[in-house]
């Protein structure tokens, strides 16, 4: 009897550190992938260069990732900018202010926004994002813009990520415990002054490891923002221009991979370049969280 | 006992299930690719099942591009394909038949204030030019010259397709130097342009007019082409007032090739499977009678023997 159970632990144990070890190697053999079928490219160009040259001509073979980095960046940044104070002031809100039954409420209208596909968001973004940059947005800013902009790609993407980081930053602020709170009011703080000198101090590490999540979550989104962004091959400080995301490069052109030569490796080489940046988003994520947790 | 008879049935229910299924996999014919033959493989897969009703079919767009990598990657039947095949792909052994002809057409908002003006001057292949690929353009007037000063954006294609492709051909380029802002698929295209007066892009013709009613779609126009470049549309130009007449120049050769093109179904090698065989025999004998019906215009007999005899 006790054979067999030592057999059974034996092979639960095994079982489970495997399931582990698979998932610990997938970003690993991803990673290499991506690398081997790259290859090709790397003898042409060196990688510093591929990723700095703004020269995008497949034809003649000449490939420069640095307006779709740029273009990445700038959606992503642009999203955040939108996206982080409605998600940070609206969890407050919802979780010191509001009453039980508004929570009950919020929840699953959070959960159905973060569960619609995303072309639904695409579809939803060409019908009114779209038009209200160039009839409303540009205008404003004395700008003039065909709506399809990194402007109205970076609205549609602020949309998609809310749900995901104000999903994350609710769980964060209601994991501060109340007796901490009460603490604070008791020594004389207002309400308002507990909140932002506790509340929001205590869960500090939780609120950039939620906003990490949404940026790199913000960062890979593609056919949502590929179908307002307007997919230009350009570098542009205006955000009523239209730019090209790198997810954007790999979903419209896998089709004609086989068609021109080394377009595949570059497309590879793409997708290299936006799991390393992803990568590196949450590194430096992690970091910050770990140096605030020192303090 | 009883456990053994579970079991006999179970096995017998999944070979039964499995011979069911494969049967219905080698009735199945799934195509994807360009937006251009879609309408007219939805109606021939329509016409094709009254007369087969086991065939299934299972359609999707997704641009040329999309045929050319799935049927090349095995993971469809047959490629709706819309451009030359290029030399790279023949390398990789594709197989492919001619269908039909349809054409790429320069199109505009109605709501353009200079629509008049356009439709008596036409533009010439140098001044389409100068607009998709030059880049440099953004006015109107820059343009045609005897028109008030009025913004000019350019749409293209942001997904790898035959249609950009073919226009970009006739402009002496790749779809690559088109300059101008990327929408994705055929539909959004022609929406962006209806709804932007300023815009200017292209599309197939199944898109730039109804084939129901003949007419252009809703808000859609089409730039007619000074062909022989003296500036002005003359009557034999001129034949853009319905889909049918478009067709007429696109068979008689008066509308230029490119952008005219031939569309085909490619596939990895000679497809096996008998239904597609079947099928691509009949879209080239029984099916041609649908193609006109359909917006696209026929290719020749001699075309359609050669064809038919890659099939043998």
Same mark, same amino acid.
């Given at each position: ?77 642009? /999203? ?53 940059? /160039? ?161 | ?312």
């Amino acid at each position: 009897m006790l054979y067999r159970r030592v057999l059974f632990d034996k092979i639960s144990g095994f079982w489970m550190v495997t399931t582990l070890v698979t998932i610990l190697l997938l970003p690993m053999i991803i990673g290499t992938g991506l690398y081997i079928k790259a290859l090709p490219l790397f003898e042409h160009q060196s990688v510093t260069s591929l990723a700095s040259s703004s020269i995008w001509a497949p034809n003649s073979g000449k490939f420069g990732f640095w307006p779709f980095i740029a273009g990445s960046l700038y959606v992503t940044v642009l /999203s955040f900018l939108f996206a982080a104070p409605i998600c940070l002031l609206s969890a407050i809100y919802l979780t010191q202010f509001s009453s039980t039954k508004l929570i009950q409420v919020m929840h699953p209208v959070i959960d159905v926004l973060a569960g619609l596909p995303s072309v639904i968001y695409g579809v939803w973004g060409i019908l009114i994002v779209v038009p209200f940059t /160039s009839k409303i947005a540009a205008p404003f800013f004395n700008a003039t813009s065909s709506g399809y902009s990194i402007f109205a790609g970076g609205l549609v993407l602020a949309i998609m990520c809310i749900p995901y980081m104000l999903n994350m930053l609710i769980e964060v602020f209601n994991t501060v415990p109340v007796g901490l709170k009460e603490a604070s009011l008791s020594l004389g703080a207002t309400f308002w002054e507990s909140i932002k000198h506790v509340v929001i101090r205590k869960s500090y590490p939780g609120i950039i490891s939620a906003f990490g999540l949404g940026i790199a979550k913000a960062f890979g989104e593609t056919i949502a923002v590929m179908m307002v962004v307007g997919n230009q091959v350009r570098i542009t400080r205006n955000p009523f221009d239209s730019g090209y995301p790198l997810p954007a490069l790999i979903a419209n052109n896998y089709g004609e991979m086989l068609s021109i030569p080394m377009y595949d490796s570059a497309l590879m080489f793409a997708a290299l370049l936006l799991l390393v940046i992803i990568m590196a988003i949450n590194f430096i994520f992690r970091l910050f969280i770990y140096k605030t947790r020192e303090q | 006992m009883k456990r053994n008879n579970l079991i006999y049935f179970v096995v017998f229910a999944l070979i039964l299930s499995s011979c069911a299924s494969s049967k219905k996999k080698e009735q199945t014919i799934s195509i994807s690719g360009a937006f251009a033959l879609y309408p007219l493989v939805i109606k021939w897969s329509e016409e094709y099942q009254k007369e087969h009703p086991e065939v299934q079919f299972n359609i999707t767009g997704g641009g040329a591009g999309k045929g050319m990598a799935d049927a090349l990657a095995g993971t469809i039947d047959l490629g709706m394909f819309s451009r030359e095949i290029a030399q790279e792909e023949k390398n990789k052994g594709v197989w492919w038949v001619g269908l039909t002809i349809d054409a790429v057409v320069p199109t505009i908002s109605n709501q353009n204030p200079n629509l008049e003006q356009l439709k008596i001057h036409g533009l010439t292949r140098d001044e389409f030019k100068t607009i998709f690929i030059g880049g440099t353009i953004t006015d109107w007037n820059q343009i045609v010259k005897e028109i008030q000063p009025n913004k000019l954006t350019v749409y293209t294609r942001s997904d790898a397709c035959g249609a950009a492709e073919t226009w970009a051909k006739y402009l002496g380029a790749k779809q690559e130097n088109i300059k101008g802002i990327g929408i994705f698929g055929d539909p959004g295209l022609t929406e962006a342009v209806v709804k932007d007066p300023s815009g200017i892009a292209f599309n197939n013709t199944a898109f730039a007019f109804d084939i129901k009613t003949g007419q252009k779609r809703a808000g859609v126009d089409v730039v007619p082409i000074d062909i022989n470049n003296n500036d002005v549309i003359d009557t034999e130009e001129d034949f853009y007032q319905s889909f049918e007449s478009v067709l007429k120049a696109i068979a008689e050769g008066v509308y230029p090739s490119p952008p005219a093109r031939e569309l085909y179904f490619v596939a990895k090698g000679k497809p096996t499977k008998q239904a597609t065989l079947d099928f691509i025999k009949w879209t080239l004998t029984d099916g041609q009678k649908y193609i006109t019906e359909a917006g696209y215009v026929p290719i020749n007999q001699e075309k359609i023997n050669q064809y038919l005899e890659k099939l043998n």
